[in-house]
């Protein structure tokens, strides 16, 4: 079983629409981390949260920590060819520890 | 600052042989972690060190899969013998403590086929 359940596990949008990711548990964690990405690379951190109820906006994406820190969203606004890829969230426990989900593939289409 | 360093990038072997992987992490970063990644789903974690001890190794397949990070620098993951599901993505990423959070960075990782 996932600790961290992402949702949709795939995406195909049109450029210019709005989409959600979600990544949800039943753990709480001490943060979230959401990364992404690109075929034949690593994954590249985009933010972190860690107070629940934390809102943080990186340009046309918006991260939110729930108010449990069970779960949180990426919710971008005018996608673009160039967010193809693919969407981890991952929760932090102690001890520098990183668990990750299944992650969410993103396709827009110009 | 350099990334982390993997090689070799790609490898293809026949099931049964061994294989190993190298990496090398950010300098000062104390965490190393080597993940599997395979093909459509997110990374899971293998072994965990700090420093040169072992944090978690939960998760890896102590029949076949051994890793060490001797001097508490590099570290050499190793497969041995090899089965047609270990074909995968290993990726090797090291972080070091910001305040309370980890931030994990990766290198591109090692592209595994075992025919």
């Known amino acids: 079983t996932q600790l961290l359940e992402q949702s949709p596990q795939f995406l195909s949008i049109q450029e210019g629409e709005n989409l959600t990711v979600y990544c949800n548990s039943s753990?709480?964690?001490?943060?979230l981390q959401w990364y992404r990405q690109e075929p034949g690379e690593g994954p590249v951190l985009l933010v972190t949260?860690?107070?629940?109820?934390e809102v943080k906006k990186l340009k046309r994406l918006t991260f939110q920590f729930g108010d449990a820190r069970k779960d949180s969203s990426l919710h971008i606004t005018a996608a673009q060819p160039g967010d193809t890829g693919l969407y981890l969230c991952?929760?932090?426990?102690?001890?520098?520890?990183?668990?990750f989900g299944a992650g969410t593939i993103l396709r827009v289409k110009s | 600052e350099a990334g982390v360093a993997q090689s070799p990038r790609y490898k293809i072997i026949e099931k049964r042989q061994s294989v190993a992987f190298w990496c090398n992490p950010i300098?000062?970063?104390?965490?190393l972690y080597w993940y599997q990644q395979i093909l459509g789903q997110g990374p899971k974690l293998l072994i965990q060190?700090?420093?040169?001890?072992?944090?978690?190794d939960s998760q890896l397949p102590k029949d076949r899969f051994s890793a060490e990070r001797l001097k508490g620098v590099d570290s050499t993951l190793k497969i041995q013998p090899a089965k047609l599901e270990d074909s995968a993505v290993y990726l090797c990423?090291?972080?070091?403590?910001?305040?309370?959070?980890?931030?994990?960075?990766f290198g591109q990782g090692t592209r595994l086929t075992v025919v």
């Open positions: 300098s000062g970063h104390a965490t």
């Open positions: 949260v860690v107070t629940g109820g």
């Open positions: 990423a090291s972080s070091n403590l910001h305040g309370v959070n980890t931030e994990a960075f």
């Open positions: 991952a929760g932090e426990r102690g001890g520098n520890k990183l668990v």
């Open positions: 753990s709480v964690f001490s943060s």
């Open positions: 060190f700090q420093n040169n001890g072992v944090v978690d």
